[in-house]
């Protein structure tokens, strides 16, 4: 056995082999229990060995673990802010390569951890570790204690990091943290910064050393002799010893024990759990010593009160720790127990064995918590540090439901929390302000309420904070504290003002309070944000006054959103300081004065959006400059004068919006240059002269506004075929004339087409039956002749065909029966002939159908009628149908506008249109109708306007029409009786018929 023995410390000592490949450590665990259990001073040392065993068949040992998990706590803590880690060939603080997850190894070929003490070393080699245990008064005075942040510092923790961060100026409102383009961290950021331990954490192992059994092999087997006797002597002391305080413990102590031998009595019982659960051994039951201390380090951890529910949180962490195999054989120290516990607190608390995801599998295992794993991702969610102290808690998009619970506050040497995208709906416990060494804290996307604890304002390491949920009440001045942020996004419910103390984040790079409702000004400490290279403050704030001059010190900013607020008066001049401007955004504010020229230094702009704010004067021609540009929208706004030329240089534009103004003169041909451009909108301007023939040159162009512009004239060029990709064309309330062209039908991306109220004139090209994709055809009037193409049935696609007020004649085609998906028929105002197709009855989307002023003829069939029952308004007036009025029109239901007047009908108005509830306009004037108004009218109790003039209608109109949403009604007065109405004349009204 000593030879053994002997050979074990010589392996760990020496070069890495086959049996110890470098990548691989052994247990600690079965080093520090290998002597003992060879000498059999622990009984249960085989019970370790066996534990060793299955973590050596999972090929991940406990000192692996541990080196892995230092390495990747460090990496992962970086990476979660958008750093990389970059290894030098001088960094001498990792025992391990990150790229190869290789030990180094020295000139002489020996295994060696660089910049580590001679202690460290031996430790590694014999893994003795000496354990400290406070006393429960200790552990009392210190979980009382203030916490002071100059008491406890972030432990095991070295950040060199190289900041990197993926920038989108286009994307309002939106924080990208990760990989990207790379900027410089700023210089506090560049040095190691390292900090001591707590009192709850252990001391660093400390070196035992073994001596080397020299001599002959009769000198090995006299010490073997002589040690085995020893052996054999003080086991036999133990077990009599052992004896003796167990029964007094059983006798003494039974009523301070928690019971471990029932269940909880609730949904989370053992019973219950998955198979990955939390499981015990009862051949290793704890002693009541153990539960004894257990109990008390808790419950001076946690209230009491607690645990007066079985079911709590609390309660069932306990339970399980008590009975957890891992905890009672593994030598804990109280800093260690505590972390368990609330590990397994946030579980239970959490809706752990319930409502995590797969992605959470590996919790709760009866392993060390630093080993805790799913083989669903591709990192660790728990990490530890050498001293086995959790250091992050990753647990992203986990399926956390529940409340976050106060005892997080025992982690207090955690540097990374990410608990984002989960279903956590409590308050923010005020104890997370003892986690001092929190470097990151993610908290987005989750249903947290009740206000932000200002106990957050003692997490001064903090780089990285984020909360996105529904948390009120205002931002605590106390976040002032955070004077190493580098990434602040909260995005809630908050109200009031911006405190002054956050002019302290002298290290902010990107700051998002957008969706929140925050009032009052921007304070002028903000100047202080040197390093600031986004600020969002957009949607929900009503953040007014004006944009401080001291804005201009922020010269590497590079992302100003403050969109929909009520920011007030000019822009400062200061921003032209801004030269890494690529993307400000103010629109919907109160924004008034003019665009300063300085602007023109913004050389790297990509994203401008100034509308709808008061901004005035004229554009100025230093916009040439933004060569970069790819988003301008500048309408609505009162900008005036013209548009100008060096426009034409924004070659790779995308976007222009300068419509709802009042610019004038020409459109300048340069913007044909504008060969990227996808939208393009000049509406609502007073643009005059011709449409460029440059503007058929935009290839890319899927949008196109140059409507509202009443002298803006031309025509439409047969080069608007060369608009391959046009898809929404508008050109309404302009001066264009000459005909639609046939090249138009080649535009088959088109949907929407809008040219109404122009001189227009010829016919409508039968190459429409081409446009498939078409859904809006409004082209109304105009002077367009001829008929309705039939072709314009294979448009499959149309919703609106409005072509009213122009000269078409002949028959409506059958064919437009074939549009299914048509709700608007709009062709009033032209001269078609013959009777209605039974067809366009029947397409079943029919909402709107107006036929008036025609030349239409036929009859209103019941047949038709019935088919028709998704109408909403039918307006068939100043045509020639006859015959009666069936019935069956009572079953219109949907009908809010019924117009019949001056046609050929006639018979009675049948009592079933007393059905059309919905009716608010009732025309039947100039028909030959005959016999009693229906008494029914009485149920149209939302009717507004009705005429029944000029027919032979007689009786009465009902009172509580008169009484209800009728106005000015009009009927024969010497025929029908009426207190409320008046004579009509016409299509005018006169006189009252009473008074």
């Not at 300068?658 to 610019?663: A, C, P, V």
């Not at 109404?756 to 078409?774: H, K």
Request: charged residues 20%.
């Amino acid at each position: 056995k000593a030879t053994a023995h002997r050979k074990h410390a010589s392996d760990v000592s020496s070069p890495p082999s086959s049996r110890y490949p470098p990548t691989k450590a052994e247990d600690p665990r079965t080093r520090l229990f290998h002597a003992d259990h060879e000498a059999g001073r622990r009984p249960e040392a085989a019970v370790v060995a066996k534990q060793a065993q299955q973590a050596s068949s999972r090929k991940l040992s406990h000192a692996e673990a541990l080196s892995s998990s230092t390495k990747r706590n460090e990496a992962n803590v970086k990476a979660d802010l958008g750093y990389r880690k970059q290894v030098g060939r001088g960094d001498k603080r990792l025992a391990f390569d990150p790229n190869t997850r290789k030990t180094p190894t020295s000139k002489d070929g020996s295994k060696a951890r660089e910049g580590t003490s001679t202690q460290e070393t031996n430790t590694a080699k014999f893994g003795r570790t000496k354990r400290r245990t406070l006393d429960l008064a200790d552990r009392r005075s210190f979980l009382s204690a203030n916490n002071d942040d100059d008491e406890l510092r972030p432990g095991a923790v070295a950040v060199n990091p190289h900041a990197q961060f993926r920038r989108d100026p286009v994307t309002h409102g939106s924080v990208v943290v990760g990989d990207g383009d790379e900027i410089q961290a700023p210089p506090f950021l560049q040095t190691p910064r390292h900090a001591t331990l707590g009192e709850l954490v252990d001391e660093p192992p400390q070196a035992v050393v073994l001596s080397e059994i020299d001599g002959n092999k009769e000198t090995s087997g006299l010490v073997i002799r002589r040690g085995l006797a020893a052996a054999i002597i003080l086991v036999a002391i133990g077990v009599i010893v052992g004896l003796i305080f167990a029964l007094r413990d059983d006798g003494n102590d039974t009523e301070n024990l928690v019971d471990v031998s029932s269940s909880p009595g609730s949904a989370y019982s053992s019973s219950s759990f998955p198979s990955w659960a939390p499981t015990t051994l009862p051949s290793l039951a704890p002693t009541n010593a153990f539960q004894n201390h257990v109990t008390g380090l808790i419950h001076a951890a946690s209230p009491a009160a607690w645990f007066n529910d079985t079911a709590s949180s609390e309660s069932l962490a306990l339970t399980w720790l008590i009975n957890d195999t891992f905890t009672a054989t593994a030598e804990l120290t109280d800093g260690q127990l505590l972390q368990r516990y609330s590990l397994a607190t946030l579980w239970y608390s959490t809706g752990g064995p319930t409502s995590w995801t797969a992605d959470a599998q590996g919790w709760m295992e009866p392993t060390s918590e630093c080993t805790w794993t799913s083989p669903n991702l591709e990192y660790d969610y728990l990490q530890c540090d050498a001293n086995l102290t959790l250091t992050s808690l990753r647990l992203p998009n986990g399926g956390l439901s529940g409340s976050l619970p106060a005892e997080i506050g025992l982690l207090t040497r955690l540097t990374s929390a990410v608990l984002s995208q989960n279903r956590l709906a409590s308050t923010l416990p005020t104890e997370i302000g003892r986690c001092v060494s929190l470097l990151l804290l993610f908290l987005e996307n989750n249903d947290f309420t009740g206000t932000m604890p200002t106990e957050l304002g003692r997490l001064t390491s903090l780089l990285a904070f984020a909360s996105i949920s529904g948390l009120t009440g205002t931002l605590p001045s106390e976040i002032g504290r955070w004077t190493k942020a580098q990434v602040v996004w909260i995005s809630n419910d908050l109200e009031g003002t911006l405190p002054s103390e956050l002019g302290q984040w002298n290290a902010l790079l990107n700051l998002d309070l957008g969706g929140n409702k925050l009032t009052g000004t921007l304070p002028s400490e903000i100047g202080r944000w040197s390093a600031l290279n986004s600020l969002s403050i957009q949607n929900g704030n009503r953040l007014d006054g004006t944009i401080p001059s001291e804005v201009g010190l922020w010269q590497n900013v590079e992302r100003f959103v403050g969109n929909d607020n009520a920011i007030e008066g000019t822009l400062p001049t200061e921003i032209g300081l801004w030269t890494n401007m690529t993307a400000f955004a103010v629109n919907k504010n109160q924004l008034t004065g003019e665009l300063p020229s300085v602007v023109g230094k913004w050389t790297s702009l990509r994203f401008l959006d100034i509308d709808s704010n008061r901004l005035s004067g004229q554009i100025p021609s230093e916009i040439g400059l933004w060569q970069n540009a790819m988003t301008l929208d500048i309408g609505p706004n009162a900008f005036f004068g013209s548009l100008p030329s060096e426009v034409g240089f924004l070659t790779s534009l995308t976007f222009l919006d300068l419509g709802d103004m009042r610019l004038s003169g020409s459109v300048p041909s340069e913007i044909g240059g504008l060969t990227a451009l996808t939208e393009l909108s000049l509406c609502c301007n007073n643009l005059s002269g011709t449409i460029p023939p440059e503007i058929w040159q935009l290839t890319s162009l899927e949008y196109m506004d140059l409507g509202m512009n009443p002298a803006l004239g031309g025509f439409l060029s047969p080069k608007l075929s060369n608009l391959s990709f046009l898809a929404h064309f508008v050109a309404s309330g302009d001066d264009l004339e000459g005909p639609i062209p046939t090249e138009a039908g080649l535009l088959t991306q088109l949907t929407w087409l809008e040219v109404p109220d122009q001189r227009l004139n010829g016919t409508l090209p039968s190459e429409f039956g081409l446009l498939t994709d078409l859904a809006v055809f409004h082209v109304y009037g105009n002077n367009i002749t001829g008929s309705i193409p039939s072709e314009c049935g294979l448009m499959q696609s149309l919703v609106a065909f409005v072509v009213d007020s122009n000269h078409l004649s002949g028959p409506v085609p059958s064919e437009l029966g074939l549009l299914s998906s048509l709700g608007e028929f709009l062709v009033g105002g032209n001269e078609l002939t013959g009777n209605v197709p039974s067809e366009l009855w029947e397409i079943s989307e029919l909402k709107e159908l107006d036929l008036d002023y025609n030349r239409l003829s036929g009859t209103l069939g019941a047949a038709e009628i019935l088919k028709a029952t998704s109408l909403m308004s039918l307006d068939i007036s100043s045509n020639s149908f006859q015959g009666t009025l069936p019935s069956e029109i009572g079953l219109l239901t949907r009908l809010t506008w019924l117009d019949l007047n001056t046609n050929l009908l006639h018979g009675t108005l049948p009592s079933q249109i007393g059905r059309l509830t919905s009716l608010t306009t009732l025309l039947v004037f100039r028909n030959n109708l005959t016999d009693a108004i229906p008494s029914e009218l009485e149920n149209l109790g939302i009717l507004e306007t009705l005429r029944l003039h000029d027919t032979n209608l007689s009786g009465s109109i009902p009172a509580s029409l008169c009484d209800g949403a009728l106005r000015t009604p009009a009927i024969d007065c010497e025929e029908v009786q009426c207190d409320c109405c008046f004579q009509g004349v016409g299509l005018e009204i006169g006189d009252p018929c009473v008074g």
